[in-house]
């Protein structure tokens, strides 16, 4: 037996009514702010885990990073002293590459001893062209702004200064310490082998001295 479907009717079609839940503008901004103090709380335990990974690698490293620094620099003094007594043999070629390590001679360049900066600067001012002495000499001038915001309103005003009748802004600062301002510096560090700069020559290498 087949039931007839009850027919549509107007009153039958009315869209059922939703129960809207609002919000006024204090509320939802408590809201807001719970949900980032939670998110602040989340990147802090975050950021002190990833520091004590850090520290421990650190302790786990580098007393080993460090002797093997010194051993480097030690063997390399020594290498450069061999090559040093061993003058003669580098007249042609004066350099030759042994397991990736280039030993021999380089001419160094030039250096050029200067006299005290004042009694040079006043030297160049008498004896170059004033066209040439300004390529020399580094006569830039800035602004102390915050001493000059300090001088009388009728001396900025004279000096074209206009004042600007400060607003209020918007401010949304946390009590506890800024989390997000201590991580950002380092968010984009990460510990990979290729990252890890390379050790500093404890050796001294031919420079161009200005003294």
């Known amino acids: 037996?087949?039931?007839?479907?009850?027919?549509?009717?107007?009153?039958?079609?009315?869209?059922?009514?939703?129960?809207?839940?609002?919000?006024?503008?204090?509320?939802?901004?408590?809201?807001?702010?719970?949900?980032?103090?939670?998110?602040?709380?989340?990147?802090?335990?975050?950021?002190?885990?990833?520091?004590?990974?850090?520290?421990?690698?650190?302790?786990?490293?580098?007393?080993?990073i460090n002797r093997l620094q010194e051993r480097c620099g030690a063997l390399r003094a020594s290498l450069e002293n061999l090559v040093e007594q061993a003058r003669p043999c580098f007249a042609r070629p004066k350099t030759r590459e042994y397991h990736g390590i280039t030993v021999g001679f380089e001419k160094a360049r030039d250096?050029?001893?200067?006299?005290?900066?004042?009694?040079?600067?006043?030297?160049?001012?008498?004896?170059?062209?004033?066209?040439?002495?300004?390529?020399?000499?580094?006569?830039?001038?800035?602004?102390?702004?915050?001493?000059?915001?300090?001088?009388?309103?009728?001396?900025l005003q004279k000096l074209g200064c206009s004042f600007i009748a400060g607003a209020d802004k918007v401010i949304v600062r946390a009590q506890a310490g800024d989390i997000e301002a201590i991580v950002q510096p380092t968010a984009a560090t990460t510990i990979t082998a290729t990252s890890a700069p390379a050790p500093t020559p404890t050796t001294h290498w031919t420079t161009v001295k200005w003294q």
């Open 111 to 155: 250096a050029i001893a200067m006299p005290d900066e004042t009694i040079l600067v006043g030297r160049i001012e008498k004896m170059l062209p004033a066209a040439q002495g300004e390529t020399v000499l580094d006569r830039s001038v800035r602004i102390i702004k915050q001493a000059f915001k300090k001088l009388p309103r009728e001396t």
């Open 1 to 64: 037996m087949v039931i007839p479907r009850r027919p549509q009717t107007q009153q039958n079609l009315k869209p059922k009514k939703e129960k809207m839940k609002t919000q006024n503008p204090t509320q939802e901004i408590e809201t807001t702010c719970k949900e980032l103090s939670n998110l602040r709380a989340q990147l802090s335990r975050r950021y002190e885990t990833r520091l004590s990974a850090l520290r421990a690698l650190d302790e786990q490293h580098s007393p080993e």
